[in-house]
């Protein structure tokens, strides 16, 4: 069964530094979202990218982060200048949407700790 | 704005003890209602997705219900691995999804 990638699944950083998350959606996906979830909170909404260009973002994606889907496959988000708060689990999804009815594949997420 | 509230925070059933996980929302327009179940360290597995009042899902021993202010999510004599929390998302007029805090359910066999 077809299922979307996250790598690395663990990462730690300095504070101040640059991380880039990579995931792989599932093949035949049009919509591309990026959440993050700390830890014991809710799942949040960071930003949708559809036809290469952004969609959707949450008040959360400032500056600080940006999205890119540098080929057919990758679909990365990168944090720039890494904070404490910053820590979390970055979960990637993609979804189909087949006769008006849209379903999202979660991946496994990545860790990211700041240290 | 949107808001999603998932009660209760925690649940624990024993093994075949059926009950129900409450979702209620406010959404301006909804475009669809989401549940979801996470297991620890994991990313949320797509369940059900609903989209008018009235709408009914089923899979297995869970079954969807949506009316315009919540969603139900019911649990059928319930097996161990049921255990999970289960998320709520909305996703409206904005077209970005809301998530509750979700349910923590444990049963215990």
């Known amino acids: 069964e077809p299922e979307v990638t996250q790598t690395p699944s663990h990462q730690v950083t300095q504070m101040g530094q640059e991380v880039i998350l990579r995931c792989v959606p599932i093949?035949?996906?049009?919509?591309f979202y990026w959440y993050r979830q700390i830890l014991g909170q809710k799942v949040e909404f960071l930003v949708s990218?559809?036809?290469?260009?952004?969609?959707?973002k949450s008040e959360i994606f400032d500056d600080q982060f940006s999205v890119e889907r540098p080929d057919g496959s990758n679909f990365t988000l990168k944090i720039r200048s890494t904070k404490l708060e910053d820590s979390a689990m970055y979960f990637c999804?993609?979804?189909?949407?087949?006769?008006?009815?849209?379903?999202?594949?979660f991946g496994p997420g990545t860790r990211l700790l700041v240290l | 704005e949107d808001q999603v509230t998932q009660s209760p925070e925690a649940l624990r059933l024993q093994e075949g003890e059926s009950s129900s996980l409450n979702c209620s929302y406010t959404v301006s327009g909804l475009r669809g209602l989401f549940w979801y179940r996470q297991d620890p360290g994991k990313g949320p597995e797509f369940l059900f997705t609903l989209y008018s009042a009235g709408e009914e899902k089923e899979k297995e021993r869970l079954k969807a219900t949506l009316t315009k202010k919540e969603s139900f999510l019911h649990i059928t004599a319930p097996k161990p691995e049921d255990s999970a929390t289960y998320l709520c998302?909305?996703?409206?007029?904005?077209?970005?999804?809301?998530f509750g805090r979700g349910t923590s359910l444990i049963v215990h066999p």
């Open positions: 093949s035949n996906h049009l919509y």
């Open positions: 998302a909305v996703s409206g007029g904005s077209y970005i999804p809301t």
């Open positions: 990218f559809y036809n290469n260009e952004i969609s959707e």
């Open positions: 999804a993609s979804s189909v949407t087949i006769g008006g009815k849209e379903t999202q594949y």
